[in-house]
């Protein structure tokens, strides 16, 4: 078996042309990096979009409690406790804004009012 010669068959041992080769292997490299390119631009804009929709957009859920609470405290009637300047506690009446400025706008009608009108008790010299 070893003393067969060997057959030449001209197509399996011809080396292929250098030119074909590099040309293969340039436009396989530049596809590569093309690929490779949009699959990171991809990522990135993806990342950035759920960032964008899970931190940046989202309203933290902390701070959407706590206006309502505060929303909650103005629009309602309560108690509350506070120390005066001696440490004593004082306890205080909590009202709705709107009524407040209510009230604060009659006081100062009633006061303007008391000015203007001349009092006949006022004793004169």
Do not use: C, H
């Not at 080769?21 to 631009?41: A, D, P």
């Amino acid at each position: 078996m070893s003393d067969e010669p060997i057959q030449d068959d001209a197509e399996m041992l011809d080396d292929p042309e250098a030119g074909s080769t590099w040309f293969l292997s340039v436009v396989s490299v530049v596809v590569m990096v093309v690929t490779v390119l949009g699959l990171v631009v991809m990522f990135f804009d993806f990342a950035d979009a759920e960032i964008d929709r899970k931190i940046v957009d989202r309203p933290a859920m902390s701070l959407e409690t706590l206006k309502l609470d505060q929303q909650k405290v103005l629009t309602e009637y309560g108690t509350y406790e506070m120390e005066d300047a001696d440490g004593n506690p004082v306890k205080r009446i909590r009202i709705p804004v709107n009524q407040a400025m209510d009230l604060v706008l009659a006081d100062e009608r009633s006061r303007s009012e008391a000015e203007s009108e001349p009092s006949g008790t006022m004793a004169t010299r």
